[in-house]
């Protein structure tokens, strides 16, 4: 093999691995710009703290929610007839918390990849379909649906 087919050889060679580095940076890139959007969009700075009324049949819940300084969401609920009082906080990665207070009542609080909070509302020691839902958006504005038992 002679000199100058070695030297073509290798220069296909480096030519073939440039562009696999290049791709390689190219899929990184991308994969890198995505995290990051999606990280984005999963921090609830935005929401600033809001009041929700709540109305079931037995009463009122004013509900308190929303996050300052990149920290995680926590929420804040009683009963307008001043009963039950809790604090929730918000896991790391946006699990969905369970918490029952003395009016027997159970709060779901999850978060979505949207950036929206979710409380759901239902009694303790019934099997139906929560009566309350809010959705609050990354806007801070509240959206209820659900009702019904």
Known sequence: MSLESRVERLEKEARLWRRVALTLGVVIAVVI?????????????????????????DSVLVARFGCENGELPSLWMQDTSGTASTNITMEEGGTKIRLENDQRRVVDLSASASGNLSLGFSKADSNSAPYAEAIVGIDGKAKLKGFGR
């Not at 710009?33 to 049949?57: H, M, P, Q, W, Y």
């Open 33 to 57: 710009g995505c995290s990051a959007k999606t990280v984005e969009r999963t921090k609830f700075d935005a929401i600033t703290v809001r009041r929700l009324r709540v109305v079931n049949s």
